[in-house]
């Protein structure tokens, strides 16, 4: 069956170090993946989206990267901040009108 | 420009009742997606709109449905309510459908008793 694993539901770290978010994927053959953030009581808010055929993604801060061999997308937080705290959700979607799927999310507390 | 809108913000009902829950999209925007997130089941979809037809459903039972008009606003329906359809109804538009950038509303907390 379809599962999307988010590699621990908490992680902390200490504020200044590059936090890593694990999203792995099994029966999925996705065209897009997208990176998501969290706040308590909001909505999802858009990061970053990669595509099948590129491997890394950059944006400010945030780095993510796609690799369909291993199955596997890794969201980086360089010099991370304690306004960085959240949960951070990854989803796959196959493309076409595929409906998308989100992982259960990790929660990133960076400590000051 | 203005954000994905939904009301009501908060909403208590009792089992067996119908609630429509409505969302408005970032101008421009024709998708429309329902998701429905609990602590359980994180955010799982419910369907998605383009340009009022259904394009895509999630596995949901029929008593969830939903609609969108002529200028992409939509609403959702949920019939017969249980308590287990207690949770945070989330709708996100998006420019070119669900496999590109959302935008998501604040949610409608829903609570069933």
């Known amino acids: 069956s379809q599962k999307i694993e988010q590699n621990s539901e908490a992680l902390n770290i200490q504020e200044g170090k590059t936090a890593t978010l694990t999203c792995n994927y099994t029966n999925y053959s996705p065209a897009y993946l997208q990176w998501y953030r969290q706040d308590p009581g909001r909505g999802p808010v858009f990061l970053l989206l990669i595509r099948e055929n590129e491997k890394e993604k950059r944006k400010e801060r945030l780095k993510v990267t796609f690799d369909t061999t291993l199955k596997q997308s890794l969201f980086h937080i360089t010099a991370s901040q304690p306004a960085d705290s959240a949960t951070y959700l990854c989803a796959l979607d196959s493309g076409g009108y595929q409906k998308v799927t989100f992982g259960t999310g990790t929660k990133l507390q960076v400590i000051p | 420009k203005a954000g994905v809108t939904q009301t009501p913000r908060y909403l208590i009902k009792t089992r067996g009742q119908q609630v429509t829950l409505s969302c408005s999209p970032i101008?421009?925007?024709?998708?429309v997606s329902w998701y429905q997130q609990t602590p359980g089941q994180g955010l799982q979809f419910l369907f998605e709109y383009f340009s009022e037809t259904q394009r895509n459903k999630g596995n949901f039972p029929g008593r969830f449905s939903g609609r969108q008009f002529s200028n992409s606003r939509s609403e959702m329906n949920v019939s017969t309510l249980e308590l287990g359809d207690s949770a945070l109804y989330l709708c996100a538009s998006s420019l070119r459908g669900q496999g590109h950038e959302q935008y998501f509303g604040p949610g409608t907390r829903l609570t069933v008793t």
């Open positions: 101008s421009g925007h024709r998708s």
